[in-house]
């Protein structure tokens, strides 16, 4: 399965503190994608890093992408209690046009 | 609308009857996806449509279920004979493929379906 799979499956840190999520994935991939997900309902595009790409940023977000060791990392920098929320990778394989995602992490920031 | 639009956005049936859940996606949109979410669980991919090609049925988990997308917009998603187990949140998303530039894919707020 290429299913992407996030480290920690929970993680729970204090208002201010910065966020480390992390994603591995089997296949070789065209990009990865992190989204963001409240209350259970419909996921955000959060941001694409192409596979040619070592390291991206949007605002408080950083990504970092490793293929050699087929992982990702998101980074929520200045963290907020409204950043509370699953954060799932989703990967495209090389041939194939549908995202596969992982199981994500639930981030909760303490106020 | 603006966005993917997902009804009913909650249903609840008996166990053994069939249920259609419907997703519109967005305009211009020619790829739409089906994934089911249960709680507190990652998305399971179900099945991809893009454009007039053969769908990618791969993720469906048994025969009971089907999708259809009717005039390359709407989808159908069908689930014959509900078990209790099919009890989760069923998000449909659409993207303007773009190869290997990735596709963001944008999603409805689901349809959660009890069965009990």
């Known amino acids: 399965s290429q299913q992407g799979e996030e480290d920690p499956q929970a993680l729970s840190i204090q208002e201010g503190e910065n966020a480390t999520m992390n994603c591995s994935y089997k296949?070789?991939?065209?990009?990865l994608q992190w989204y963001r997900q409240n209350s259970g309902r419909g996921l955000v595009h959060l941001i694409l890093?192409?596979?040619?790409?070592r390291e991206k940023h949007s605002g408080r977000l950083r990504v970092t992408l490793d293929t050699s060791k087929k992982s990702s990392s998101l980074l929520i920098t200045a963290s907020r209690a409204a950043d509370t929320a699953s954060y799932f990778c989703a990967t495209d394989a090389r041939g194939a046009q549908k995202l596969v995602f992982g199981q994500g992490t639930r981030l909760t920031i303490n106020p | 609308g603006a966005g993917v639009s997902q009804s009913p956005s909650n249903k609840v049936t008996e166990k053994g009857k069939d249920v259609e859940l419907r997703c519109d996606p967005i305009?211009?949109?020619?790829?739409l996806y089906w994934y089911r979410q249960s709680l507190g669980q990652g998305l399971e991919f179900l099945i991809y449509?893009?454009?007039?090609?053969?769908?990618?049925k791969s993720g469906l988990p048994s025969d009971r279920f089907s999708a259809e997308r009717t005039g390359g917009s709407v989808s159908t998603l069908t689930i014959q004979r509900t078990q209790q187990e099919d009890s989760a949140v069923y998000l449909c998303a659409s993207s303007i493929p773009t190869g290997a530039s990735g596709n963001t894919i944008y999603f409805g707020e689901g349809s959660w379906l009890t069965v009990v």
């Open positions: 305009s211009g949109h020619t790829a």
């Open positions: 890093i192409r596979s040619n790409e």
């Open positions: 296949t070789s991939i065209n990009n």
């Open positions: 449509f893009q454009g007039n090609s053969a769908p990618d």
